[in-house]
């Protein structure tokens, strides 16, 4: 058996689009984090009654601070088990191993890309231990077939009134994850972000805030007085990317994902103090002031972005070969 864990919704969907290709028999944990992304399939929450011996091949997910995968991790150490840890972003590739004060490595460590690899080695993760297998996820997303509902009907289902322009903002949780005087602070948080956005925003336009499903539904209610704001949990995200007129982010791999089907989106980060893998590969353009995000939104400045059609080809193949190679 392969036990398989997934603290956040990132790796959780990672793991869902290999996993339809895996010939071997599999136990699932999941958090309450991401435990939506595996619905239909057969999941569990703790590691109680699992036999060690049956287990063959441990294969987690990363995330910063305390939660399942680092759990199953020191599990699988413990009982000497073979493991592998999956880095589903470019992003916190230390920290994402760090676990009370103390660095808990895998066998294996699986990354996206030559870029992922470079920057893990020179955060101090063991070049050794890497191994490029792409990104599922974002090779599923450029294939899927995809239905949309009608523009008319998306915008009336957003409250948007005819005519009405619309800019949606992907929000991430910077502030309480990456505080102002942590190692990890970005430089900027979403709430000066979206202030920039709100400062900046239109006549006769509405901002769509999309929240993360980790994020508090409540966090931007002192916008709630605001007309022309609008906060959105689940919705049709295919229909979001494709119709809104404006998508602005932070790092979110949101952005990578809709610069499959669109090529003006804008990663806004002011004051930054790490670079956005989006930004580095073109997916996404760097803006760092109002008045370079107000010349987009006004048609003074047009955003023109790399396409990533087929990058992430053979991705969910080039994990399937590792895990059988680690099984025989």
């Not at 199953?72 to 191993?97: K, M, T």
């Not at 895998?106 to 050794?128: F, H």
């Not at 956005?197 to 209610?221: F, G």
């Not at 048609?299 to 969910?316: M, Y």
Request: glycine share 8%.
């Amino acid at each position: 058996m392969i036990l398989l864990s997934a603290e956040t919704a990132g790796a959780a969907q990672y793991i869902v689009h290999f996993i339809r290709h895996l010939d071997h028999p599999y136990t699932i944990l999941a958090s309450r984090i991401s435990a939506f992304v595996f619905e239909g399939i057969p999941h569990r929450f703790d590691l109680s009654g699992l036999d060690p011996s049956e287990v063959k091949l441990v294969v987690a997910g990363t995330c910063i601070g305390h939660g399942i995968d680092k759990t199953v991790l020191a599990w699988a150490i413990d009982h000497g088990l073979p493991s592998a840890s999956i880095v589903d972003h470019w992003s916190w590739y230390r920290e994402r191993f760090m676990w009370q004060d103390r660095i808990l490595l895998p066998d294996q460590i699986l990354v996206i890309d030559e870029v992922a690899l470079r920057e893990a080695v020179a955060e101090g993760l063991p070049e050794n231990k890497m191994i490029i297998t792409g990104q599922p996820a974002l090779e599923a997303i450029s294939s899927r077939k995809i239905s949309l509902p009608e523009k008319e009907e998306w915008q009336q289902s957003m409250g948007l009134d005819p005519g009405e322009g619309s800019v949606c903002f992907i929000s991430e949780q910077l502030k309480d994850d990456f505080p102002k005087g942590s190692p990890q602070y970005p430089g900027f948080d979403e709430y000066v972000v979206v202030d920039d956005v709100v400062a900046v925003l239109p006549e006769h336009y509405r901002l769509l805030i999309k929240l993360h499903p980790e994020e508090d539904p409540h966090k931007y209610d002192h916008l709630a007085t605001d007309p022309r704001v609008r906060i959105i949990g689940k919705t049709n995200i295919d229909a979001l990317i494709r119709y809104a007129d404006h998508i602005v982010g932070m790092g979110s791999i949101l952005l990578i994902e809709g610069a499959f089907f669109r090529s003006d989106i804008v990663s806004y980060r002011p004051g930054e103090n790490r670079p956005f893998i989006g930004n580095k590969i073109g997916a996404t353009t760097l803006l760092q002031t109002r008045e370079a995000l107000q010349d987009v939104f006004n048609g003074k400045r047009i955003i023109k972005n790399d396409n990533l059609q087929g990058k992430f080809d053979g991705s969910a193949g080039r994990v399937i070969d590792f895990i059988r190679q680690q099984l025989t």
